[in-house]
């Protein structure tokens, strides 16, 4: 029996070890997660935004629930083994993982540990900026935010998806506490997107509130100012952090492995590991192009395609049948939400903006519950969120 080992409970790695059980291979599959949940992080901003009051507990606990879906809820009646802990280093030529409290034997391997908040070397950002990559860090920044006095200037760094979606949120959470600036290098927000989502983008925000500041690229943080390389001083009370991400490396490193900047590892046109047989890469931390040498966008669709066709090589793999080249889509197509009932969306090969396309995110939302979970639980769990949304 082939031992599988999944790191990571994201997007990719939960499609993988829901596609290998279906094929009844006879495969024994291990998962590890550093947390016993899966978080839905199109969710996180929610989280870490809408308002709850001290006496409804109620909505703050459904809030949680429709971003914390336990491993064991998804994995129920499955054959996989679900270990809670930290992967500390990864050795592919000894094909071990050592992990916090023990160390793994695989035969096969699944890199899918997602990203962490690249700072880009830029002074002070790391310690004088927040990130935004998980549930704690959501949490934190509510926390935060619900503290801060009145009138004082929070701060956005980063005119990416993460950036935008949480600054239309933000508008409408410090309506009454403070302003709110989102700052961007490129000249223009969505870099490397299509121009006209990121033209709808900007005149929403500015709409809600929001002060953009584009072209600003930085160059230091200190505790109270932000500096730019044109000579700009920008004050700040708060700084979120959302400018990128990279591989979430563990600590020890990954031997064996071809890694670039980016903390991505270089794979073959099947999603393998250069060098590697048995051992994928996939999600953020996979160094791959599209057609036209563009890297892979980082987003939940991508590592969704990614881990179907790894968990299909897989199976190739133990039937001794050729692997199958990873094609990537002309487009992932993409759903951004800003603020209250409104997103962008080209899913149909459209531009959708508006209500429609914050109900198109909504049905997306709904289709990846139910392919996770039952439909009883998926259905509950969705219109959770469903109820608190239409309230904002």
Sequence with gaps: MKHIV????????????????????GFKITLVN????????PDLYELATTEVLHNDKLTFKNLMGTVNIPLNQIFKHKKVEIFVDQVKGINLNKKEVILGQSNLKFDYLVIALGSTTNYLGIEGAKEYS?????????LNTRNDLCEIKNGSHVVIAGGGFTGVELAGLLAKFLKERGKLTLIEASSHLFNNMPK????????????LGVKLNLGCQITRVDRENIYCISGEKISC????????VKGAVPT???????????GQIRVKSDLSAEGHDGVWVVGDMADLKDKNGSPIPQTARAALAQ????????????????????RTPNSYGFVVPIGPHYALSNIFNLNIYGLLAWFIKMCISLKYMLSILTPAVALQTWWRGVKIRINE
């Design 6 to 25: 999944i790191l990571g409970g994201g997007f990719g790695g939960i499609k993988v070890a829901l596609d290998l059980p279906a094929k009844k291979c």
């Design 307 to 326: 881990g179907k066709a790894v968990a299909k090589n897989i199976i190739n793999k133990s039937m001794n049948l050729p692997p199958e080249n990873y």
């Design 237 to 244: 009370d708060y700084l979120i952090w959302t400018a990128g």
């Design 130 to 138: 927040h990130p935004f990559k998980n549930t704690e860090d959501a």
């Design 34 to 41: 550093d947390s016993p949940y899966h978080s839905f992080h």
């Design 252 to 262: 020890d490193g990954i031997k064996g492995a071809v890694i670039n900047g980016r």
């Design 196 to 207: 006209w989502a990121g033209s709808l983008a900007e005149s929403r925000l500015t709409k």
